[in-house]
Every structure is written in structure tokens, then in C-alpha cells.
């Protein structure tokens, strides 16, 4: 049963997916917007939205609970600078845009972007 599961498998390991999960927010919070499936996208909306609110606080402890996440500390530095970008908002930093299925699997495709 899944009782108390909040995250989905993925059909993958538990650090492999967690790898891929965060390497995807750090793609997403570097470029901006990026094309994955919708269960993917929605695993990573998860990841990147705590994220962001930490970044607002901007304290030490914020950013060493980012740091957990996103590894790069250029990516870590910029995005405590965007975080300014944020501020009268109190959630909902990213939108999810439903796209065609992929021709191969025509598994259903989404476009993650922050707002």
C-alpha cells in the first residue's frame, strides 16, 4: 500500500532518482523553463519550491539547506539573487505547461517554468 508515499518511484533506485530529481531542479532553476514528462515535472515542482522559499529567507541556514540540493555554487549564488525576483509572493514559483505526448512511448510531456 502507499499510505503516506509522497513521492512517485519513477521506475528507478532511490539515489538514481533522487540524482536525476535533482539534477533536473538545478537544470530548471539555471535555464529557467525545461521539457520533461509530467510526472517528472511534477516530482520536480516538489524539489524546486521549497527551494525558492528557503532562497527568500537568505539566511546562512537557508542557503546550507539549499546547499543539500543544488551542488554548483554559482547556481547556489545566483539563485539567492533571484530570489529578490519572488518576494511578494508567497508560493507557486513554477507552472506546469501540458504539452503534446512524446512520439515514441507517447508518454504525456511537460513545460516546467519558473513564474
Known sequence: MRHSAKLKKLSRATDQRLAIL???AAALL???RIKLTL???KQVRGIVEPLISRAKRGDLNARRQV???????KLLKSLFD???RFEGRPGGFTRIIHLMARRGDA???A???LV
Open 22 to 24: 535533482n539534477s533536473e
Open 30 to 32: 539555471r535555464y529557467g
Open 39 to 41: 510526472s517528472r515535472a
Open 67 to 73: 546547499g543539500r540540493v543544488i551542488k554548483d555554487k
Open 82 to 84: 533571484m530570489a529578490s
Open 107 to 109: 508518454a504525456p510531456m
Open 111 to 113: 513545460l516546467l517554468e
